[in-house]
């Protein structure tokens, strides 16, 4: 997929040290355990990127040396909304470097014929309209579950939205910027395409599964 193709709303991480840790996650011997770690690495370096343009404000301090206006973020926390399952491996490296955010979590999971998602939970807190909200999913392929977590939580009154994902393809991101326009997306790379079960192509395989070494 060319630059020129791209989506205005997407920014591609390709910072040397998150490629590094990609390829290491793409290698299908790399046990549960460490696959786990490298995506807590990279949570923090995609939550950097992300966070690069939240409001500022200033707050009067007294250093041990002298007093002064200092920079301080401005307004309510952050919300970061997890899709469950394999989002949890990106919400708990952001959440060490933003642990003072609110948590969401929306359960989707892919039915396999119609690869269309399915909600089966959703929870997010109450005053999420006034809060900025990072959603968190390691990988986007078709799109659709993602864009159904993106419907709901504008139902539920979400108005300043991002999406982080590990991996992407040209098909997910044209879905999600069709769809929702105004939110932008953050991945890791841009893989070539989708196979006919709906899986990243060459990608690494079911995130959820590779975390948690249940396949």
Known sequence: MADTDLPKNLTVVNHPLVLHKLTLMRDKHTPSAVFRQLLHEISLLLA????RDLPMTTQTIETPVA????????????VIVSILRAGNGLLEGMLNLMPSARVGHIGLYRDPKTLQPVEYYMKVPDD????????????????????????????????????????SVPEGIR???????DVPIYTAAVDSHLNDH?????????????????K
């Not at 709906?198 to 249940?214: E, H, K, N, Q, S």
């Open 198 to 214: 709906g899986y990243i192509v060459p990608g690494l395989g079911d995130a959820g599964d590779r975390m948690f070494g249940t």
């Open 128 to 167: 999420i309209a006034e809060r900025r909200v990072i959603v968190v999913d390691p990988m986007l392929a078709t799109g659709n579950s993602v864009v159904a977590a993106l419907t709901r939580l504008k139902e539920k009154g979400a108005k300043d939205i991002r999406l982080v994902c590990l991996l």
């Open 48 to 51: 950097y990127e992300v966070a």
């Open 67 to 78: 007093e002064m206006e200092a920079p301080i973020l401005k307004g309510k926390k952050l």
């Open 175 to 181: 879905r999600v910027a069709s769809a929702h326009p």
